[in-house]
């Protein structure tokens, strides 16, 4: 199983940019898929989620309303749009996979993150 973020990079506050992850070497659609985030010095937390089949989506309460996360099956990739980004959205950024969600869990299947810099 291999899991590759992507879209990383360096944005003025208030700018946006748009996350993938491109799974391999597993049935896509049958895994709900994660992103979590870890600044400098900081714990790893939950920005978001989608569901493998019905696509709902959850998000952490600091990015609810600015970040939207969808998939596209077909292409085995699921996107974070990221917008109205803030400097504390600073944070290498992971995509992660599970064949189910559940709040709270870790799931078994990361990729390698991509750094998001966002400067004031």
């Known amino acids: 199983v291999q899991l590759q973020a992507s879209g990383g990079g360096l944005v003025q506050a208030g700018g946006s940019l748009r996350l993938s992850c491109a799974a391999s070497?597993?049935?896509?659609?049958?895994?709900?898929v994660y992103w979590f985030r870890q600044a400098p010095g900081q714990e790893r937390e939950f920005v978001s989620a989608?569901?493998?089949?019905?696509?709902?989506?959850f998000y952490s309460d600091s990015v609810k309303g600015r970040f939207t996360i969808s998939r596209d099956n077909a292409k085995n990739t699921v996107y974070l749009q990221m917008d109205s980004l803030k400097s504390e959205d600073t944070a290498v950024y992971y995509c992660?996979?599970?064949?189910?969600?559940?709040?709270?869990?870790?799931?078994?299947?990361w990729g390698q993150g991509t750094l998001v810099t966002v400067s004031s």
């Open positions: 992660a996979a599970d064949s189910t969600y559940s709040s709270g869990s870790i799931p078994p299947y």
């Open positions: 070497g597993l049935t896509f659609s049958s895994y709900a």
């Open positions: 989608i569901t493998r089949i019905t696509k709902s989506t």
